[in-house]
């Protein structure tokens, strides 16, 4: 929907060449011609801009990570228009072509507000939510073609004004050469920031290609017009200011454009040939890879080769808890900050970097009844699409358990059409309010089978969590446990790490988190892994506490070491996305020697863990 504007952006480009090749001088039915192109242009572009803003403003539920450089597609059109009608508008009588140079200054003003506008949230989007996926990371070029056209449109128009305005509006005929003088200002100010725009991009590459090679798509074609366009708006400062300078420049540009251009004409007939380049993910940014299935559904290792994202859907009526407990395992707030929170809003989006490759995209779904009716109804298949877990968050507290199961039926209904290999939880959440353990088993257990009733073609695991124990970190380190792909190869590579170094326990927690990824032990006792869990749940919970305390006290948290007569007890930063913990009994083994052990595994983990 976004490249409707580039049919705008075509006509204007023929409109520019009837003026620039003088084709305007050598026959007049190619001036009116190109003149009325240009009105159609101008039309188009005023449609494609206003009507795809109204809806995505009223029509679509976008997320703030969906937002990509193509965004700015939506103002090119217009400064596009503006440009290519200031070079038409030389050739035309003057009161046409005042006419002309009046709406191009219009079409200016209107396209520099919407790319100002998008370029806020894209830097937004950027900052919060680091760059987009690595097969469309080459979209960071776009911004600057709208940009450049700014202040190609600009030095244009207040050039063909400078000759216009004196003889149609003799009265105030110095406005001319103003605006000429503030055409060449705007062009200098829009060429320092197509510069700061283009290094931008150059590093978002580099930094993409460091971690692993970028594959061709058809995003590649991205960098030729705002490449091109840059070009452009260098050569006209070149020719106005007659400075050296922008004419290195400008060979510069030009040069590597033509090698850009033939290198992706000879790898797109390549692409073509094989079908390589077909059902790659497209310049929006949305997942229409190949390892989406029809359904909706998608594989998670396939996802993460691809560059895409594990979408996590938190589900639940409002006052449930969601973000509650969102923020606390995610965003290092204490049980009491949640205090203040207020009800979310629509859809709240945050993506998560979890061991390493594995991005979690959580969707945090208010549970107002507005909200709800319109997930389950306008906005199913965007809600629901695409899902690799739903956690469902039951309230203890609810004074309707019928509606709450009704709800749930309806999610699950929405889940099976869009997403029928999701894995779905759902969280007996508040359990605080029952002071007994045994009730809080019994409570949890009547959850379980009242859900395993309804749930034909999942099987969802049930947890009773609470914000004031371990409990919410025990379910969390389950879900994602099951998320990460190689756990298996990990915790067997840990087993041979802890015989070797003759250790009783070690746990890996997740850094950010202080989750528990896996643990092994020499566990004699039936269920005494279980209760080992429980065991690193608290001490999760613990550190993550204490953590930050030590944040708040400015005080850099980097290890914990404990010795007594009945074991050593040591917790390292392990690898870039985890902690280890080690425990030893064995008096005869030095600490010294525990931790040489955890330094020489750490290259070895770095390469099965990040």
């Keep these: 929907m976004l490249h409707y504007g580039a049919i705008s952006m075509a006509m204007g480009t023929v409109v520019t060449g009837i003026g620039s090749y003088q084709f305007a001088l050598t026959s007049v039915a190619a001036l009116y011609i190109g003149w009325g192109l240009w009105w159609i242009s101008v039309a188009l572009a005023a449609i494609s801009s206003v009507l795809l803003v109204y809806l995505l403003v009223s029509k679509q539920t976008k997320s703030i990570e969906s937002v990509t450089g193509a965004w700015l597609l939506l103002a090119a059109p217009l400064t596009v228009c503006a440009a290519s009608g200031a070079t038409i508008a030389e050739y035309l009588p003057t009161n046409l072509a005042l006419t002309t140079i009046v709406a191009g200054y219009f079409l200016l003003g209107a396209g520099m507000a919407l790319t100002c506008c998008l370029l806020v949230l894209y830097v937004h989007r950027i900052t919060v939510y680091k760059l987009p996926a690595r097969d469309i990371v080459l979209t960071s070029f776009i911004p600057l073609g709208p940009i450049s056209q700014i202040g190609v449109a600009s030095i244009t128009l207040g050039r063909i004004a ?27 100010a829009s060429w320092g920031c197509a510069l700061f725009a283009l290094a931008h991009a150059v590093f978002s590459v580099v930094y993409e290609q460091r971690s692993s090679r970028i594959p061709f798509t058809i995003s590649w074609w991205a960098l030729v017009f705002p490449i091109g366009v840059f070009s452009r708006l260098t050569v006209d400062l070149s020719q106005t200011m007659q400075l050296g300078f922008f004419k290195v420049v400008h060979l510069m540009l030009v040069t590597a454009l033509f090698a850009l251009w033939l290198f992706n004409m000879v790898r797109t007939a390549v692409g073509v040939w094989t079908g390589s380049i077909f059902g ?21 290792e396939e996802a993460r080769a691809s ?12 006052g449930a808890g969601k973000t509650s407990m969102r923020l606390l395992i995610f965003s290092n707030y204490t049980a009491n900050d949640t205090r203040r929170l207020g009800a979310t809003i629509d859809v709240e989006h945050s993506t998560v970097q979890f061991m390493g490759d594995l991005n979690l995209n959580i969707w945090d779904c208010g549970g107002q009844h507005k909200y709800l009716d319109n997930y389950l109804n306008e906005q199913k298949e965007n809600i629901f ?18 509606s709450e199961y009704v709800l749930y039926d309806e999610c699950l209904h929405s889940l099976a059409t869009y997403s029928r290999e999701a894995k779905v939880y759902c969280l007996v959440h508040k359990m605080d309010k029952i002071p007994d353990a045994e009730q809080k088993a019994h409570t949890v257990e009547q959850y379980r089978r009242a859900l395993a009733k309804r749930s034909d073609l999942f099987k969802p695991e049930v947890f009773g969590t609470s914000i004031w124990d371990y409990t919410l970190y025990h379910a969390w380190s389950q879900i994602v446990y099951k998320l990460v792909p190689n756990m298996a190869t990990i ?9 070797l170094s003759e250790a009783c326990e070690v746990v ?6 202080f989750l528990v990824v896996c643990s092994v032990g020499a566990w004699e006792q039936a269920g005494a892994a279980a209760q080992a869990l429980d065991k690193y749940m608290s001490v999760s919970q613990s550190i993550k506490t204490y953590r930050y305390t030590c944040g708040q006290m400015q005080l850099p948290f980097q290890n914990i070491e404990m010795r007594n007569k009945r074991y050593s007890l040591f917790i390292e930063p392990f690898t870039k996305s985890t902690y280890i913990l080690v425990v030893t009994t064995d008096a005869d083994v030095e600490p010294a020697v525990t931790k040489a052990n955890i330094n020489a595994a750490r290259q070895h983990f770095a390469r099965l863990a990040d």
């Design 162 to 188: 400078q000759e216009v305005v004196p003889t149609a509006l003799p009265h105030i005929e110095a406005l001319g050469a103003a605006m000429f003088y503030v055409g060449i200002i705007g062009a200098l």
């Design 280 to 300: 790659i993910s497209e310049l929006t940014g949305d997942c229409k890879c190949c390892a989406c299935k029809g359904d909706g559904t998608q594989k998670p």
């Design 307 to 318: 560059g895409c994202e594990d979408k996590l859907v938190i589900m639940g009526k409002s």
């Design 385 to 402: 699409g695409n899902v690799e877990v739903l956690i469902y968050v039951f309230d203890l507290e609810t004074t309707n358990k019928d």
């Design 491 to 499: 915790e067997r590579h840990l087993s041979s790490f802890r015989q």
């Design 508 to 513: 890996l927690f997740e850094r950010a988190t």
